[in-house]
């Protein structure tokens, strides 16, 4: 067991490896020339041949890569060629705003999507399984950054009652002093007490939130309900069934706990896919987060910035799947 | 007559299966109406230029006195900021999402299955070394490479299309790996082995079309997705660029305008939800139809 763990995370390691060699490669292949776009567009060409030196750009690309390793190892990611700041200080801003969208999409893809895929299974080819499937796989359909402007159209411009984007208030944020412990604004004003402020964030999160639960809850409701179906049709279901256990006991811990292991992984996977979405949505909402920091990167060609945000999903996108593979080894059913 | 008999009889348990899946197709009524759905769409993109009250919108041509109308007669679904016929953008939309998701899905394809047989053939040391790639190429979140591949390449159709192949193919191989290595323990690999055919030979023309089937079947179930994915790209800008009229491209030029003109995003939207939907519940069905697992019940 603790062999198979050891050897999943040195496997992680060198995937993680290989995940920014590709990503160095890729960004090293832009047609734009990153030393010019450091200087800024009135530079003259010994300033852009100074800035190349400067970037280390002129060193063959391997050295450039073993650079930018050791770089890596001491948390440094470079600077961003816009506004010349550390990548790694930048993320660290925008983090906490995409972590709480994450966070919050996440627990309720736990909390809705396993009991919608359970009643679905349970009811398999009734009325609630009908409309439970019609809406996953409609939630994974969706375009992400139709529902967020949707939302916006129906609960800003028609009824009024939410708000359009950002994270807090602009009276609230002037009037109030906001405390930051983790970044998290509704966890932190919960923490101080500051019931305004937390009411405040807590509003401009309900579109957001939705926005990027639906395709989660979709996703686990979905694997919950075909994990399940599978288990029930067990012969172990079928005996316990026949002493006459409770169905409640049966479905609730006896087949549940069996589907435990995909459920957990498409939790994982589904944080990616909602990160994923966060990105599409953060710049309808004015959501101060990654997504918003790396499509501005994109636009205008700032690798670094772009390598920090890959570079630190995918750290996150492993993570989660070594967590769910952990999960999966510590049934006793799977020997490793 | 030998020959034909022992075909027949060959074919018997092939065509059997075959009904009891069209059996089955008939029999669930969502994967039916999803099938009609998928099917009308092609035909929809096929005859686009014939149905579109205003072809010419779909390109350079622009009507600025009509500009920002809602849904009439006229224009069925309004039209934009640049007079132009929301209708018929949508319209030729469908030929232009389905076009990119075809070709994005064949050119995974292409990478995919030559890598996932060699890798289930051959074994060793090679299959060690394609498996990792794939795995590194999977650990990437979802729509993060094609982000960063479409925006090194320039944001174009085109680059987003070899973006979503360079990010989508490791699924095709890890799928025909594993049919790979089923098939070549079978008696006719075997055979070819002992008559001295070249391993080259054995790989593509026994074991490539032995595996193709279920790849189709995979294929067709990732259109939605692939769909899905192009709109995002185009939606961020790294897609399609006007004036296509492309409909993640369509839904992005509206964010300027929605509050005031709801027509204009929200019929680009509903069109893409319906082709991803239709090709979900298509593959969902698929699936559950050909898996022995669950086609008892």
Known sequence: MKKYILRR???????????????FTITRVIPSDPAAKWVGPRATHEQIQEARIELGLDQPYIIQFGKYISDLLHGDLGYSLRSHQPVATELKNYIPATVELVLLATLLAIILGIPLGIYSAKYKNRWLDHLSRLFSVGAVSLPTFWVALFLQLIFFSKLEILPLGGRISTNISIMYELPNITGMLLFDSLVTGKFMIFKDAFLHMILPGITVALYPIGLVARMTRSALLEILNEEYIVASRSYGLPEKTVLWIYALKNSLGPTSTVVAL?????????????????????GRYISDAVIGLDYPAIMGVTIFSAVVYLALNLIADIIIALDPRVRV | MLTKLFSSKLMEPKLKEAKFSLFL????????????????????????????????????????QDKLLPPSSQYFFGTDELG?????????????????????????????????????????KIDELIMRITDIFLSFPPLLLAIAIAAVLGPSLQNAMIAIAISWWPWYTRLVRGQAISLKERQFVKAAEAIGTSQNKIIFKHIIPNCISPVIVQASMDMGGVILTISSLSFLGLGAQAPTPEWGLMISTSRNFFLNAWWYSIFPGIAIFITVLAFNLLGDGLREILDPKTRKN
């Open chain 1, 270 to 290: 589904s944080v990616g896919y909602t990160l994923m979405n966060t990105f599409l949505v953060e710049a309808i909402f004015s959501w101060p987060g990654i």
């Open chain 2, 25 to 64: 197709l008939n029999r669930n009524k969502l994967t039916k109406i999803s099938l009609i759905i998928v099917l009308l769409l092609i035909l929809i993109a096929v005859i686009s230029p014939w149905i579109a009250p205003y072809p010419g919108h779909t390109d350079l041509e622009v009507n600025p």
């Open chain 2, 84 to 124: 132009r016929d929301i209708f018929s953008r949508v319209i030729f939309g469908t030929r232009i999402s389905l076009n990119t998701a075809l070709v994005a899905v064949i050119l995974s394809l292409i990478i995919g299955i030559p890598l996932g047989a060699v890798a289930g053939t051959i074994g060793g």
């Open chain 1, 9 to 23: 995370i040195l496997l992680g390691i060198i995937v993680l490896f290989g995940v920014i060699a590709i990503t």
